[in-house]
């Protein structure tokens, strides 16, 4: 059964940080990437980071560059997603999603966690 579980998520005063984790099972979690996505309130769901299988490279949308990082540990099927300097528009459910490749779609992701809620305010 595949699952991919998000945790590390909370309320967070602006400025600050949070980590959050994605616990992959059930499929070969070496050969996939991995992708960060978030969803606000009445918003569309957006991309935020990818991360490659094999070479490892990193993808970051413009509004997170230099504050969010991410990386995996495939010794514990596990991808992490480091946030630094929160802003009050961060704040949304993030998830993270598995595929192939780094897709610029969320549709070519095949498999999805429930969410982690992000809320930053002070």
């Known amino acids: 059964q595949v699952q991919l579980v998000e945790s590390g998520g909370g309320l967070v005063q602006p400025g600050g940080s949070l980590r959050l984790s994605c616990a992959a099972s059930?499929?070969?979690?070496?050969?996939?990437?991995i992708g960060w996505f978030r969803q606000a309130p009445g918003k569309e769901r957006e991309g935020v980071s990818c991360i490659r299988s094999g070479d490892g490279n990193t993808y970051y949308t413009n509004s997170v560059k230099g504050r969010f990082t991410i990386s995996r540990d495939n010794a514990k099927n596990t991808v992490y997603l480091q946030t630094d300097n929160l802003k009050p528009e961060d704040t949304a459910i993030y998830y993270c999603a598995a595929a192939t490749e780094c897709y610029y779609t969320d549709e070519r992701f095949d498999y999805w966690g429930q969410g982690t809620q992000v809320t930053v305010s002070s």
């Open positions: 059930g499929f070969s979690f070496d050969d996939y990437a």
